[in-house]
């Protein structure tokens, strides 16, 4: 039987258009928002392990239909939340200490795709109904 966890974010996620050009610390407050609105939404359905292997759907329900790309690369930031933190290599003798996926809430393993099937659909709806629904199931075998 395969795992799988569902959960709703009130509002469409931000397209790739509205973090281009920003600072380095307008884009660290975006994934900051995005990693608080993921781990409030999906608050009680947080496994003690990750999924090895999964398939990841992003539904964008808002009242446009954006561009395949910037549906695309606005993602970025959601799927980011859904990683497992990992630490990495430290290559030379006191550097300090660095970490993949720092915000990650750890749903899947990695976002590459031999640990998730990522697909990301734009559906368009009325103002009211606009909002993210993200499903991750799991993939055994």
């Known amino acids: 039987m395969t795992r799988e966890i569902t959960f709703t974010l009130p509002a469409p996620f931000p397209l790739l258009n509205h973090s281009i050009g920003e600072s380095r610390f307008?884009?660290?407050?975006?994934?900051r928002k995005?990693?608080?609105?993921?781990?409030?939404?999906s608050a009680g359905q947080r496994l003690p392990e990750p999924f090895s292997k999964a398939h990841v759907t992003i539904e964008r329900y808002s009242v446009g239909t954006p561009d395949n790309d910037?549906?695309?690369g606005g993602a970025k930031f959601l799927i980011d939340s859904l990683t497992t933190p990992r630490l990495l290599n430290v290559r030379t003798e006191g550097a300090r200490q660095r970490t993949k996926n720092k915000r990650g809430l750890g749903f899947?393993?990695?976002d590459a795709p031999q640990y998730a099937?990522?697909?990301v659909i734009g559906i368009k709806c009325k103002r009211?109904?606009?909002r993210t629904v993200v499903t991750i199931r799991e993939v055994v075998g």
Do not use: K, Y
Not at 26 to 31: D, G, K, V
Not at 35 to 41: F, G, I, L, T
């Open 128 to 130: 009211a109904e606009q």
């Open 26 to 31: 307008s884009l660290t407050n975006m994934r």
């Open 117 to 119: 099937e990522i697909e």
């Open 70 to 72: 910037g549906l695309q």
């Open 34 to 41: 995005m990693a608080r609105s993921v781990a409030m939404a």
């Open 108 to 110: 899947i393993v990695d």
